[in-house]
Structures are given as structure tokens and as C-alpha cells.
């Protein structure tokens, strides 16, 4: 199996299970069996145990297969931007609760207010993973490489669906309410002017964060992960 076939195949592992997992029936048949907390905990497990390979597998396999493009000088300058914006989504995602997220079911705090980044998307976190994705096909121009960074792009895609569908089927008001007041595709909600920027509702603290993270790798990202990927 080609190595750029072995990155797909743990692709399909990962993204596969956790969607699997989270199906309504399935789902319900392992809560009413482990309890809410082990579902939880197996189901992470789980994405651990598939996940991990699946970055092990593409670091042995990194920029094999066919040369697909050759990139720009500026396609490094447009990664650099776009993981900026990454990481800042990412960490506005994980400070802005949310009543469709697993911390939201957990607690039993369901807000039907969008707040900050959740005007733009309600599903911050995969914007997050699509930017990631897209940022890295830039400049990693190999077969293996878009296979890896492209699955970022579309389990993003996938998940925010399943999602949408998944936490619909609860019957929560609330989040019904927080369906209708946003949107999944990024932006959409602003542009047809259901919802507006709200730049002050983001989170300063994790902003901050998120900008000592951007510092961090990109000092230390060529020892860790070479010149590009």
C-alpha cells in the first residue's frame, strides 16, 4: 500500500469512528450502557487510539507520491497568515461555551446566545481544522501531504454537518434557538445580517494565549516538524 493509501486508511479510521460513535443510536446504546462519563471517556479513547497512528503514519510518509503543484515563495507567507488565523479561531472556540459541544452536555449549561466567534460559525473549532488544513496544502505540495492536510478539511466539513443533525435531534430548545440565530457556513450569519462581529465579546485572555502559541511554533516548528508540514 502506498504511503499516501495508508494516510487515507487512518483517515477513514478516525474520522470514521467518530462519527460512527456519535450516531443517535449508537450512541444512545452505549450511554445507556456505560453511563455519560464512559461513554465519554471510551469515545475519546477511541480517537485517541486512531488519531495518533494516523499522525505517526503520515510523519513516516511525509511528502511522497506525486508532485501535485510547486509552490510559491508567498504560499509560505499565506501558510504563516492562515495559522495565525487558526489559532486564534481555535482558541476563541475553546474559551466561547457552546450548547452543541460535549462541555455543554456534560455540564448541563445549554447558552442559546451566540457569543464572539460563534457569530461568525457555530462551529468555530472546524473552522479551525479547515484553516489548519488549508494552510498546509499550501505548502506541502506531495500526495501524502494533501491527503493528510486535506482530511482536516473535509472531517471539518463532515463533522460540522453531523453535528448540526446529531444535536438537532436532542429537542433542546436552547439549542435549537442557537441554530437559528447562526450558521455553519463562516460568515453567513453577518453577511445575510442575522448576526453581527461583536469584536468585543471575544476573549482577550485567550487571545493572548493564542498569540504566545503562534511565537511558540513558529520558533520551534522547524525542529519539530522540519521546513514545511
Not at 44 to 55: D, N, Y
Not at 116 to 130: E, S
Not at 179 to 204: D, H, M, N, W
Amino acid at each position: 500500500m502506498s504511503g499516501e493509501a495508508t494516510v487515507l486508511l487512518w483517515w477513514f479510521l478516525f474520522g470514521g469512528t467518530h462519527v460512527f460513535g456519535s450516531v443517535a443510536a449508537v450512541r444512545g446504546f452505549l450511554i445507556e450502557r456505560l453511563g455519560t462519563q464512559g461513554f465519554k471517556g471510551a469515545y475519546s479513547l477511541v480517537a485517541l487510539a486512531t488519531f495518533v497512528p494516523l499522525c505517526w503514519v503520515y510523519a513516516a510518509n511525509k511528502h511522497v507520491g506525486v508532485l501535485i503543484f510547486q509552490p510559491a515563495p508567498s504560499f509560505a507567507v499565506a501558510t504563516e497568515l492562515l495559522m495565525i488565523v487558526a489559532i486564534v479561531v481555535l482558541g476563541q472556540a475553546l474559551a466561547t461555551p457552546s450548547p452543541i459541544t460535549t462541555a455543554a452536555e456534560m455540564s448541563g449549561q445549554f447558552p442559546a446566545s451566540p457569543r464572539g466567534i460563534q457569530r461568525v460559525t457555530r462551529h468555530p473549532m472546524n473552522l479551525a481544522f479547515a484553516v489548519f488544513g488549508v494552510a498546509h496544502i499550501l505548502s506541502n505540495p506531495f500526495a501524502s501531504d494533501w491527503v493528510f492536510f486535506g482530511g482536516f478539511v473535509a472531517y471539518a466539513v463532515v463533522s460540522s454537518i453531523h453535528q448540526d443533525k446529531r444535536t438537532a435531534a436532542s429537542g433542546r430548545e436552547e439549542i435549537d434557538e442557537f441554530q437559528a440565530a447562526t450558521s455553519s457556513v463562516p460568515f453567513a450569519a453577518i453577511v445575510t445580517s442575522k448576526q453581527r462581529l461583536a469584536l468585543g465579546e471575544y476573549s482577550t485572555g485567550a487571545l493572548a494565549v493564542s498569540l504566545g502559541m503562534v511565537a511558540l511554533l513558529w520558533y520551534f516548528h522547524g525542529a519539530l516538524f522540519g521546513g514545511t508540514g
